[in-house]
């Protein structure tokens, strides 16, 4: 397979994937065809790369489906200008796209040697304005804070109260919540001192590991 027929994948799914099921905001939709998803996955899994689900990254970790990673990422209405904490880096495809559509992006991972290759990633594809961290994603990364967005890409058994206050006033925190296997989308926002919630479709993410997350895997 060609980069030019990975180039025809990635248009095909954004429009099947992603504008179909209702996501049109040129610039999220643009991001996405930017970044080149089989570069995230290993060879054994690229002619899959573009499919309608999600992939194995090894250590127990997936790359989301395509859809879910829009989704989640347009629940932050990104304006170009904010700095975005991710908490879960994986194999690094969802902060390429952050990298594309805010000013700042750090990304927190907890198994160190997807953190290097996600690190290798960023380098090789040109992301400047993306820090790859070591950590317990869960105590977000204070060294940074606040953020105007915060996205977690792990699910967590309830909100972490770090994430909620490293939150810039006005900021979003979208973050999968539940149990083994389900889970419902949650989009907070801070109004100051205080914080909204909405809940929104149900997802299955792996375990938000840490001292706010899960001791151990599903």
Sequence with gaps: MTETDYTLERKQMVAGQI???????PRLLAA?????????????NRPWAYADNPLPIGHGQTISQPYIVALMVSLLRLRGDER?????????????????L???????????????SARRMFETLGLENVSCHVGDGSLGWKEAAPYDA???????????????????EGGRLVIPVGGRGYQELETWRRRGDD?????????????????????SGF
């Excluded at 805010?102 to 290097?116: D, G």
């Excluded at 996205?151 to 972490?160: F, M, Q």
């Excluded at 770090?162 to 939150?167: D, F, K, R, T, Y």
Aim: without cysteine.
């Design 19 to 25: 504008a179909r099921r209702g996501l049109h905001d």
């Design 32 to 44: 996405i065809e930017a970044v080149p998803r089989h570069l995230f996955v290993d060879a054994a």
């Design 84 to 100: 975005v904490l991710e908490v879960g880096t994986g194999s690094g495809y969802q902060a390429a796209i952050l990298a594309h």
């Design 102 to 116: 805010a000013a700042e992006v750090h990304t927190v991972e907890f198994v160190p040697e997807l953190a290097e």
């Design 150 to 168: 915060v996205i977690v890409a792990a699910a967590a058994p309830g909100v972490p109260r770090p994430l909620l206050g490293q939150l810039a």
């Design 195 to 215: 914080f909204s919630m909405e809940k929104g479709i149900g997802v299955a993410f792996v375990p938000l590991l840490g001292e706010y997350g899960w001791k």
